[in-house]
């Protein structure tokens, strides 16, 4: 098993060897979800899900289609222990061939303030940082952000540029939190990136530590 052109080893279109041939995996969407997207990232040492990925977030694979997995449990060791249709049987094609991002591949900081629990927020998606933009940024958000960090609980939280713009891409957009999340990844997300745009809604934090 292996995730490719992700920017890591824990991210990327999941292929998988037979045969001693490497193929993709295709999935309906909705039966690729967080429970068969575990399977992948705990057999990896990879962590846990950041995010599910149907529809070929990674591009699509070529040659052979191995897997087709249906309605995971989420407990199996390894994702061919999964249903499927047998090795090389399948009802969907390279457009379906699903992708996972696990939360070793994911890194958070704060940049361009006073020190590393303060500042604008900045993920590391595909081997390369970019920025989280957000027009409703509140404390319950920052709250996660601070908590993942070890920086103890927010002080403040900031939007449209107080940290100045970022550069390069915009990796989140649109995040909200209860406060209770583990990880900025686990809350809601409306869009995951990476996209190219204007910077004026990049959001900072500023944490108690």
């Known amino acids: ?18 045969e001693g041939q ?18 992948v990232c705990r057999q990896l040492g990879c962590g846990t899900v950041a995010r599910t990925s149907p529809h070929t977030p990674f591009g699509p694979g070529a040659g052979r289609i191995w897997l087709h997995p249906i309605l995971c449990r989420g407990t199996e060791t390894a994702l061919h222990d999964c249903p499927h249709f047998g090795w090389g049987q399948h009802f969907c094609d390279h457009k379906t061939d699903v992708g996972v991002t696990c939360s070793d591949a994911v890194e958070i900081r704060l940049v361009n303030g006073s020190g590393p629990c ?6 590391k998606l595909r081997g390369q940082w970019g920025t989280v933009a957000d027009n409703e940024w509140d404390m319950e958000d920052a709250e996660v952000v601070c908590q993942q960090l ?21 990796h989140l957009a649109l995040v909200d939190c209860h406060g209770n999340e583990s990880a900025l990844w686990e809350c809601t997300v ?8 204007h910077h004026d809604w990049d959001v900072g934090v500023i944490c108690q530590g």
């Open 190 to 197: 409306v869009g995951w990136g990476p996209y190219s745009g």
């Open 1 to 18: 098993l292996r995730l490719v052109d992700g920017g890591s080893r824990c991210a990327g279109r999941v292929e998988v060897k037979h």
């Open 118 to 123: 303060a500042g604008r927020v900045e993920v």
């Open 150 to 170: 070890g920086c103890g609980s927010a002080k403040s939280a900031h939007g449209s540029t107080h940290f100045g713009k970022g550069s390069g891409p915009i």
């Open 22 to 39: 490497w193929g993709s995996v295709c999935s309906y969407d909705f039966a690729w979800d967080v429970h068969a997207a575990s399977v």
